[in-house]
């Protein structure tokens, strides 16, 4: 079975995290997928950015909601990079990618340039809430859908079935062997994040997950090794 390796934000370790430079380098790294997050602008661009505010990651503040993609052009998101829209990365790489959403109201917007563009095939679509994954369910038919957890309860395979999902992606630090064979007897993916470390690495394998997100190229060359 193969191991996937997604790069996080890019390869947010080495480059600035959901920049069109951080997404060039995991390509021209090996990476198998390239993971991005989504919210909308002001004006309803689909702007990849991991956070609510734009704070962090550029040279302005406030919440992107606030913002026109105009606005959002101006700022600094490292290294002189600007903060992209998702149709510009389907340009940019040639790679399969994993867009998370962050609600609903993304989720249709997103649906609309998959339906337009026929993505089914190419771009996976991953959420924290499970509203958001059936809702582009039941947008973009036969799309693929990841259900996120940092923290979960018992029923967390079964709200990825009832969600429609066919991948978990789990935090790495709180995963256990019990949860991923319970995955795997209802033919659910795992994927574990985010693997920055070999022991980390180890583990993934270990636990016999699908594949791992990561911040770093280095990640992918070794997993390839890793017993």
């Known amino acids: 079975m193969s191991f996937l390796t997604l790069g996080h934000r890019g390869v947010m370790g080495v480059e600035p ?52 993609l105009a606005e959002l052009r101006e700022l600094d998101a490292g290294r002189g990079e600007r903060i992209p829209v998702f149709e510009e990365v389907l340009e ?17 917007a997103l649906a609309d340039v998959m339906l337009e563009r ?16 059936t809702e582009i369910a039941r947008l973009v038919p036969g ?18 079935k009832a969600a429609g999902a066919a991948t978990l992606a789990l ?20 994927i574990g994040w985010v693997v920055n ?5 180890r583990l993934a394998r270990a636990l016999n997950l699908d594949g791992a997100t990561t911040d770093f190229p280095e990640i992918r060359r070794t997993g390839r090794f890793t017993a």
């Not at 090996?30 to 734009?54: F, P």
């Not at 935090?171 to 795992?190: C, D, G, P, Y």
């Not at 470390?197 to 690495?201: A, E, G, I």
């Open 197 to 201: 470390t070999q022991d980390h690495l």
């Open 171 to 190: 935090n790495i630090r709180r995963l256990t062997l019990e949860v991923v064979e319970q995955a795997h007897a209802e033919s659910l993916k795992v």
């Open 143 to 160: 799309v693929r859908t990841v259900l996120i957890a940092s923290r979960w309860g018992a029923d967390v395979v079964d709200r990825a």
């Open 17 to 68: 995290e959901n920049t069109l430079r951080s997404f060039v380098r995991a390509e021209a790294s090996g990476m198998d997928a390239i993971e991005l997050d989504l919210h909308l602008s002001k004006d309803g661009a689909l702007a990849v950015m991991h956070d609510a505010d734009v704070d962090r990651t550029t040279d302005g503040t406030g919440p992107i909601a606030a913002k026109t």
């Open 118 to 133: 026929d993505l089914v095939g190419r771009v996976e679509v991953s959420s924290f809430h499970d509203e958001a994954v």
């Open 92 to 108: 940019a790489v040639s790679s399969p990618l994993q867009a998370e959403i962050k609600d609903v109201a993304a989720a249709r």
